[in-house]
């Protein structure tokens, strides 16, 4: 039975996941944290930290950890991966089949158009999950994230703002 749940939720945040990993992130919280309580929230944060440490996107890894936290087993993992996979698998699968002919479509671009603030918002749920005193809240961090958003804003180098970031945050603290 648990695998089944296991299965079907991380099934639905493939479906419903868009705009990456991260867009995931508040959708994985809910289900493995509020809906079926299977692990506690510092056991979330720890796995969102793995898996940006882990080579590959933060969805599947994040599916991966907690197939095995939640079963105890490798099959586990197995099965939460393949089920966060299966989906945007098949939509890309499908968009590459017709996307030659509906490109210029106005419904398609009316529907790509809502998915752009759509991704954004998830994102930003994602970031607020992690918005709290003790993770984000000295006025240093707060400057660096604003010069940053603001550069890049202006067409800065995002991996420029990156390492310049990273190397304030080392100097700084």
Not at 114 to 136: D, K, S, V
Request: aromatic share 14%; hydrophobic share 60%; net charge positive.
């Amino acid at each position: 039975m648990i695998y089944l749940q296991l299965f079907l939720s991380f099934l639905k945040i493939g479906f419903f996941g868009f705009g990456g990993g991260y867009a995931m992130l508040s959708l994985v919280q809910n289900e493995v944290i509020v809906r079926h309580t299977w692990l506690t929230g510092a056991q979330f944060a720890d796995i969102v930290a793995i898996s940006q440490m882990t080579p590959g996107p933060i969805a599947i890894n994040s599916a991966t950890y907690v197939g095995y936290m939640v079963t105890g087993n490798v099959f586990g993992s197995f099965l939460a991966t393949l089920a966060v996979c299966v989906p945007p698998l098949t939509l890309m699968i499908l968009i590459a089949v017709f996307y030659k002919r509906l490109h210029k479509n106005r419904y398609v671009e009316s529907v790509v158009g809502w998915l752009r603030p759509l991704t954004t918002g998830l994102i930003g749920a994602a970031a607020l999950l992690f918005l709290n005193r003790e993770t984000f809240g000295d006025w240093i961090s707060i400057v660096i994230f604003a010069v940053v958003f603001v550069a890049v804003w202006f067409k800065a180098d995002a991996i420029i703002m990156l390492l310049l970031s990273a190397l304030a945050g080392i100097i700084l603290y």
